[in-house]
């Protein structure tokens, strides 16, 4: 069984920080894609950031600067630091990865920003 699990989620005041954490386990080849999407309620599943098995990181426009994507391959487990958060950002947060042609989702984690 595959698993991807997020944590670290919750609720922070706006220009507050956040690290949300994604766990992988299970049959999947170490070496893969990873990242970050969130869903705001009536919009549409959105992509965050992404990550290469070596460390190649790519971040929508509108998180530019305030996130950052990083990863620890030995463990299976990739991080956003969300800085500088805003009302805007409040969303769930989902972890996906890609492994052997396969796309995997965490369960989804619930980040609000109050203001």
């Known amino acids: 069984q595959v698993q991807v699990v997020e944590s670290g989620g919750g609720l922070v005041q706006a220009g507050g920080s956040l690290r949300l954490s994604c766990a992988a386990s299970?049959?999947?080849?170490?070496?893969?894609?990873m990242a970050w999407y969130r869903q705001a309620p009536g919009k549409q599943r959105e992509l965050v950031a992404g990550?290469?098995?070596?460390?190649?990181?790519n971040y929508a426009d509108s998180v530019k600067g305030r996130f950052t994507m990083s990863r620890d391959n030995a463990k299976n487990t990739v991080y956003l630091q969300m800085n500088s958060l805003k009302p805007e950002d409040t969303a769930v947060y989902y972890c996906?990865?890609?492994?052997?042609?396969?796309?995997?989702w965490g369960q989804g984690i619930q980040v609000t920003v109050s203001s």
């Open positions: 996906n990865l890609v492994s052997l042609g396969r796309g995997y």
């Open positions: 299970g049959r999947i080849f170490s070496l893969n894609y």
């Open positions: 990550i290469t098995s070596g460390s190649i990181t």
